[in-house]
């Protein structure tokens, strides 16, 4: 316990940055500088609704790869607690992402996170928008979770605008693996409707946040900073080489599942 508290010290000290909640440090941005959920996205789609009805098509397609390679996946998507969290897009990026190899990134990952996912709030506090295990009583891949699941709005998704904003932020940093991070951060919205605990409405609406959430960000000189250092620090990374400690192909075949399910 004492060594924990001395890093949690260390850390503080270093890059100047607290924690807000046990494991989630403080964003860039304060809360009236954030985007507005409900002055940016329309209401949640009602019952009935074509929206709906094209929601409940998609998750029911989903919902056929419960306990699957892509199932697991999602649940590990599901979890945006760090060191775990880091490893989301390490195989998109080609580098493995940590406080000890990767500081400064590992820190504007954990910092947007706050702002991203967080930006939700407001939209889904306003209109309580049932989840689909809800409606469709079948399992998600967090049981743990059902529970402040149940009484927290689906719509919209907050994992997903806090993965879109990483994927854009990521871009950002190396360019040149675009596609594969774009791509990735599609996925990771995804993961939510796979989950059964989000709509594909809900996961559309958190990636238009997360674009907000990204757009703002860029006004912020200590973002700025950090993302300048994070690119200099993945340069570093890809020349040294380091092997990827994920199995990248085990996640490719995840992601192909859903995409054959969906065409």
């Known amino acids: 316990m004492r060594f924990v508290v001395i890093m949690v010290f260390m850390w503080s000290f270093l890059f100047g940055v607290e924690e807000i909640h046990p494991g989630i440090l403080q964003g860039y941005l304060t809360s009236k500088e954030k985007p507005s959920s409900l002055a940016l996205l329309r209401a949640a789609p009602k019952q009935g609704s074509m929206e709906a009805k094209r929601d409940k098509e998609?998750?029911?397609k989903l919902l056929?790869?419960?306990?699957?390679?892509?199932?697991?996946?999602?649940?590990?998507?599901?979890?945006?607690?760090?060191?775990?969290?880091?490893d989301i897009f390490s195989c998109a990026l080609g580098i493995n992402i940590s406080k000890q190899?990767?500081?400064?990134?590992?820190?504007?990952?954990?910092?947007?996170l706050t702002d991203a996912g967080y930006?939700?709030?407001?939209?889904?506090?306003?209109?309580?928008?049932?989840?689909?295990?809800?409606?469709?009583?079948?399992?998600?891949?967090?049981?743990e979770d059902e529970k402040i699941l149940r009484q927290d709005g689906s719509y919209p998704s907050g994992h997903t605008a806090l993965g879109w904003a990483w994927a854009l932020i990521?871009?950002?940093?190396?360019?040149?693996?675009?596609?594969?991070?774009?791509a990735r951060g599609m996925a990771y919205g995804e993961s939510r409707i796979v989950c059964n605990v989000h709509w594909q409405s809900d996961v559309d609406a958190g990636r238009t946040m997360g674009s907000a959430i990204v757009a703002v960000l860029h006004s912020n000189s200590a973002f700025q900073k950090d993302l300048q250092k994070a690119k200099e620090e993945y340069q570093r990374a890809l020349v040294k080489g380091t092997p990827l400690k994920k199995d990248c192909s085990l996640e490719s075949q995840a992601l192909q599942m859903s995409s054959k399910l969906l065409k």
Not at 68 to 86: G, H, I, Q, S
Not at 124 to 142: D, L, V
Request: one cysteine or more; a positive charge.
């Open 170 to 182: 990521l871009t950002e940093i190396a360019p040149q693996k675009a596609d594969a991070i774009l």
């Open 119 to 143: 930006s939700t709030e407001e939209a889904k506090k306003a209109y309580k928008r049932e989840r689909p295990f809800m409606q469709n009583h079948k399992p998600i891949c967090t049981p």
């Open 58 to 60: 998609i998750s029911d």
């Open 101 to 112: 190899e990767t500081p400064h990134l590992y820190t504007l990952l954990r910092r947007t």
């Open 64 to 86: 056929a790869l419960q306990g699957t390679k892509r199932w697991a996946l999602a649940r590990d998507d599901a979890n945006v607690y760090f060191p775990k969290a880091a």
